[in-house]
């Protein structure tokens, strides 16, 4: 059970990073062997590439942040249930409509105080859709 502890706690850490935006932190968290699995299920590995994909996610949603509402915790892994939630503000402008939220659950696996893995469960179309819309939108409006 003390390694039960200690992974959760190595989650708890790795999700006050993320809703500290501190990529540092969150790369420093990172075991070599480090996975990422987004909502839809595309794979990801990588410092550099984890450490860029984290900065351009804090830059384009400012207020980003992982609400948790319960952790379960067991021998296979550490389970993070809330929201995820946030504004799309690539031009540094936090408009109401680009606000928002989804139900979100997470699965994180970590060894030795590193996390080994990290997925996303969450429907992030409503999330795409708001940046196409709003990406449409700025090309309409500077004419291109």
Do not use: C
Request: proline residues 3%.
């Amino acid at each position: 059970m003390k390694e039960v502890t200690k992974a959760k706690l190595t989650v708890q850490k790795f999700v006050d990073a993320i809703n500290a935006h501190d990529v540092e932190g969150i790369v420093r968290l990172m075991s070599p062997e480090y996975v990422f699995v987004n909502s839809s299920g595309d794979r990801f590995t990588g410092e550099d590439f984890m450490r860029e994909t984290w900065a351009k996610q804090f830059r384009d949603h400012p207020d980003f942040k992982i609400v948790v509402e319960k952790i379960i915790a067991d021998e296979q892994g550490v389970a993070v249930f809330g929201t995820a939630e946030g504004t799309y503000a690539p031009d540094g402008k936090k408009r109401p409509e680009r606000r928002w939220t989804v139900p979100a659950a997470f699965l994180g696996m970590a060894a030795a105080g590193k996390m080994t893995y990290w997925e996303s469960f969450s429907d992030a179309s409503i999330v795409y859709d708001l940046i196409h819309e709003t990406d449409e939108a700025n090309v309409v409006e500077s004419g291109q």
